[in-house]
C-alpha cells in the first residue's frame, strides 16, 4: 500500500513564474492538506481539501490556490512567485471523520521548491 | 490563538544520554497533542501523540504526558541512540479546522 506520494521532489523556478505541485493521498484517504515548511521552522497549513473543495485555509494570500480531483488527488498552484516562497512544501492525507478527535494525518516526503 | 513553542536548538548529546525537549501550547479548547520527527531528507513522521489531559504517549522509547495544568508536552527518552539523530516537531490538532499547528522544531544531534 503506497503512503502519500508527491511530485516532483524538487523544483526550481524563477521569480514571477507558477509552479504546480501534485499530492496522491494514501489509500482509502479522501482529505488532503498543504503546508509550507521553510527552512529552520515548523511546517505551517495553507489549506485542506476534502470532497473537490477548499475546506480550510491557513494565512496565505491568494497566489496560493488548489484543487482536489475525484480520484482524491490534490495540486498545489503558486503563482507569481516570490523568493519567499522557496520551501519544503508537504502534502498530508486523513480520512474525514469530524466525531473523531484521534488525528490521523500522513505526510509525503515533500517537494523541495526553489525559487531564484 | 492557538501555537506551539518549543525549546530552541540545536541540541547536542552523547549516545545514551538522557533527552527532554520542551513543548508549551496555547490554545482554545482541548487539543490533541503530537510529536512529530523528520529524517534528513524526509518528510514528517509520527512519533506519539495524547489525545486528552493526563495521557501518555509513548513510542520507540520516547514518552510525552499531555499536562493541561502547565500546557506542556515535553518530549523524553531515557537513553538516545545515534539513529535518533533528526529534527523534533511538537505540535497540537485543532479539530473543527482540521489541521496541525507546529512548534519551530528542534535539532537533535547524538554523537557517538
Known amino acids: 500500500d503506497a503512503g502519500v506520494t508527491q511530485s516532483p521532489t524538487h523544483l526550481i523556478k524563477t521569480r514571477g513564474q507558477q509552479v504546480t505541485l501534485r499530492c496522491s493521498p494514501k489509500s482509502g484517504h479522501d482529505t488532503v492538506s498543504w503546508y509550507q515548511q521553510a527552512l529552520g521552522q515548523g511546517p505551517q497549513f495553507i489549506f485542506q481539501?476534502?470532497?473537490?473543495?477548499?475546506?480550510q485555509r491557513g494565512n496565505f494570500p491568494d497566489r496560493f490556490s488548489g484543487h482536489q480531483f475525484p480520484n482524491y488527488s490534490s495540486e498545489l498552484n503558486v503563482n507569481a512567485l516570490l523568493l519567499g516562497d522557496s520551501a519544503l512544501y508537504l502534502c498530508?492525507?486523513?480520512?474525514?471523520?469530524?466525531?473523531?478527535?484521534?488525528?490521523?494525518?500522513?505526510f509525503g516526503s515533500g517537494t523541495q521548491l526553489s525559487v531564484l | 490563538g492557538n501555537s506551539v513553542t518549543q525549546m530552541e536548538g540545536p541540541v547536542t548529546l552523547s549516545e545514551e544520554a538522557f533527552l527532554t525537549i520542551n513543548c508549551t501550547y496555547t490554545a482554545t479548547g482541548y487539543p490533541s497533542l503530537f510529536w512529530y520527527v523528520q529524517y534528513p531528507g524526509e518528510g514528517l513522521q509520527l512519533l506519539l501523540k495524547?489525545?486528552?489531559?493526563?495521557d501518555k504517549g509513548s513510542n520507540k522509547g520516547f514518552e510525552a504526558t499531555y499536562r493541561k495544568e502547565t500546557t506542556s508536552f515535553h518530549l523524553e527518552k531515557g537513553s538516545v541512540q545515534v539513529s535518533d539523530s533528526a529534527v523534533y516537531f511538537c505540535a497540537l490538532f485543532i479539530q473543527g479546522a482540521q489541521k496541525l499547528v507546529f512548534g519551530q522544531g528542534t535539532r537533535l544531534t547524538i554523537n557517538p
Open positions: 495524547a489525545t486528552k489531559a493526563d
Open positions: 481539501y476534502y470532497e473537490e473543495e477548499e475546506r
Open positions: 498530508a492525507s486523513s480520512y474525514r471523520d469530524l466525531r473523531s478527535t484521534n488525528e490521523k494525518l500522513f
